[in-house]
Nanobody
Framework: QVQLAESGGGLVQAGGSLRLSCAASGRTFSGYAMGWFRQAPGKEREFVATIDWNGGSIDYANSVKGRFTISRDNSKNTVYLQMNSLKAEDTAVYYC???????????????????WGQGTQVTVSS
């Protein structure tokens, strides 16, 4: 079992920045790839970014490329999402997730992740 706890969400004006954190416990964090997803009201949960176990492989959704940065600190069992130049359409609940250990399919597929946090709300005012 693994527990994930997101933090850092809040209300920010368009053009502003937020840094989300996801603290993991209950499993050896450093051996697992992680992902960030988001779900806006009335929409399906969508992929935002993913990072492999040591940060050597990173991928982003096209909608956030150049604005968001995913990173991790294995010594702190934490993965981060730095969000800059925020837009109103970034408003959503943001979730972190642990990728399944031997999963090699589409990294944006929700089914490739088996543990999820409770989410943190990000609201961008225009």
């Amino acid at each position: 079992q693994v527990q994930l706890a997101e933090s850092g969400g809040g209300l920010v004006q368009a053009g502003g920045s937020l840094r989300l954190s996801c603290a993991a416990s209950g499993r050896t964090f450093s051996g697992y790839a992680m992902g960030w997803f988001r779900q806006a009201p009335g929409k399906e949960r969508e992929f935002v970014a993913t990072i492999d176990w040591n940060g050597g492989s990173i991928d982003y959704a096209n909608s956030v490329k150049g604005r968001f940065t995913i990173s991790r600190d294995n010594s702190k069992n934490t993965v981060y999402l730095q969000m800059n130049s925020l837009k109103a359409e970034d408003t959503a609940v943001y979730y972190c997730a642990v990728r399944k250990r031997y999963y090699v399919g589409d990294m944006s597929f929700l089914g490739g992740y088996d543990y999820w946090g409770q989410g943190t709300q990000v609201t961008v005012s225009s």
